[in-house]
């Protein structure tokens, strides 16, 4: 788990500050992914980083691993309860970066 800490923003930082955890977890929004399309996803990501969010994710309580007993491997994850409560928080990210990204092409 996170380490507590005093400041709250702090706290969210420390479970959600990557540069690949937010975007993991925007992509989850949609709802329950396998692994390597929820990868695909996620431009420029090594399947190590990848494998190392998704499990520091999971370790927090942000995200469920599901692994299904088949040939081949299956695995998905899903945003557990606590990983939707940032829904708000994801799609205003992702709204800022798109008006931001708009207002620098309009200045160009």
């Not at 494998?51 to 998905?76: F, G, M, W």
Request: hydrophobic share 40%; glycine share 6%; aromatic share 6%.
């Amino acid at each position: 788990m996170v380490k507590k800490s005093h400041c709250p923003l702090n706290h969210t930082m420390l479970l959600i500050g990557t540069k690949w955890k937010p975007i993991v977890l925007f992509h989850l929004l949609e709802g329950a992914k396998r692994s390597g399309e929820l990868q695909k996803c996620i431009a420029g990501i090594s399947n190590k980083m990848f494998t190392q969010t998704v499990r520091e994710l999971e370790k927090d309580a942000l995200v469920i691993r599901i692994v299904y007993p088949v040939v081949p491997p299956k695995v998905e994850y899903e945003l557990s309860e606590r990983g939707k409560s940032l829904e708000a928080i994801l799609r205003s990210l992702d709204l800022w970066g798109l008006q931001d990204s708009q207002s620098i092409e309009q200045k160009k």
